[in-house]
């Protein structure tokens, strides 16, 4: 495939903005997963329930309200702007902004799930070998259960890449700060550019099959350990 500069500059973009919404999302969706994983109350499937939100909203919903929320700046003015933080509309940040919180229940799923899985008699020995939180969490419990890691870093990185209707409420169509590929995708149908529309559809399906190929892979793997250490 041969693409022009404009599609290449989609396509980087594209790259950039799941490459920062997956290293996101994973960094904070690990201490809230830590919590949901031990807590069995009420406010943990209410918690439980809002992340997952975005699997059931149609995104042109979502990207309403984040468009209004991000519209009134007086949390952004008051508590983010003063460290630097300034997340507009029709922005790159704002892509971001939005793109974590469509993204979230792809990173919290697999990693609660490993969370949940995990046999907590390697953490009661390490507590009476006297590790702590850290070192309990990065000895004991990133090695059992990376898999769940890596799968829910891959799902963020790739459903952030096929964002549409989030992308085009918060972001609109400006190149080289939104716009995505999805974007330009559209934008070549809009002018009837099938064949280019095609080559970049192409392009995702090929991007899209691989990384389902890999997951499941890896899923099959994770499964033969299972039964062998039974």
Same mark, same amino acid.
């Given at each position: 495939?041969?693409?022009?500069?404009?599609?290449?500059?989609?396509?980087? /973009?594209?790259?950039?903005?799941?490459?920062? @919404? #997956?290293?996101? %999302? *994973?960094?904070?969706? $690990?201490? =809230?997963?830590?919590? &949901?994983?031990?807590?069995?109350?009420? /406010?943990?499937?209410?918690?439980?329930?809002? @992340? #997952?939100?975005? %699997? *059931?909203?149609?995104? $042109?919903? =979502?990207?309403?309200? &984040?468009?209004?929320?991000?519209?009134?700046?007086?949390?952004?003015?008051?508590?983010?702007?003063?460290?630097?933080?300034?997340?507009?509309?029709?922005?790159?940040?704002?892509?971001?902004?939005?793109?974590?919180?469509?993204?979230?229940?792809?990173?919290?799923?697999?990693?609660?799930?490993?969370?949940?899985?995990?046999?907590?008699?390697?953490?009661?020995?390490?507590?009476?070998?006297?590790?702590?939180?850290?070192?309990?969490?990065?000895?004991?419990?990133?090695?059992?259960?990376?898999?769940?890691?890596?799968?829910?870093?891959?799902?963020?990185?790739?459903?952030?890449?096929?964002?549409?209707?989030?992308?085009?409420?918060?972001?609109?169509?400006?190149?080289?700060?939104?716009?995505?590929?999805?974007?330009?995708?559209?934008?070549?149908?809009?002018?009837?550019?099938?064949?280019?529309?095609?080559?970049?559809?192409?392009?995702?399906?090929?991007?899209?099959?691989?990384?389902?190929?890999?997951?499941?892979?890896?899923?099959?793997?994770?499964?033969?350990?299972?039964?062998?250490?039974?």
């Amino acid at each position: 495939m041969i693409f022009t500069s404009e599609e290449i500059q989609s396509i980087l /973009l594209t790259f950039k903005l799941s490459f920062v @919404v #997956t290293i996101i %999302l *994973i960094f904070f969706s $690990t201490p =809230l997963c830590i919590w &949901l994983a031990k807590s069995r109350g009420y /406010l943990s499937k209410i918690v439980n329930s809002i @992340v #997952t939100l975005p %699997l *059931i909203l149609p995104p $042109t919903v =979502l990207g309403f309200y &984040l468009l209004i929320f991000l519209s009134d700046n007086y949390f952004f003015d008051n508590f983010l702007s003063p460290l630097g933080i300034n997340i507009q509309p029709f922005s790159f940040s704002g892509l971001v902004f939005a793109s974590v919180i469509y993204s979230l229940p792809f990173a919290v799923q697999p990693i609660l799930n490993g969370l949940q899985n995990l046999d907590q008699r390697y953490i009661e020995i390490a507590k009476i070998n006297g590790l702590n939180k850290m070192d309990r969490f990065i000895n004991v419990v990133l090695p059992l259960t990376y898999k769940n890691f890596l799968t829910a870093a891959i799902l963020c990185f790739t459903h952030t890449i096929g964002e549409f209707g989030v992308i085009l409420m918060i972001g609109g169509n400006i190149p080289g700060e939104t716009k995505v590929l999805s974007i330009q995708i559209y934008e070549y149908v809009e002018i009837l550019n099938y064949s280019s529309a095609n080559k970049l559809g192409l392009f995702l399906i090929g991007l899209a099959f691989f990384t389902l190929f890999f997951l499941y892979c890896l899923q099959t793997n994770k499964i033969k350990n299972h039964l062998n250490n039974a």
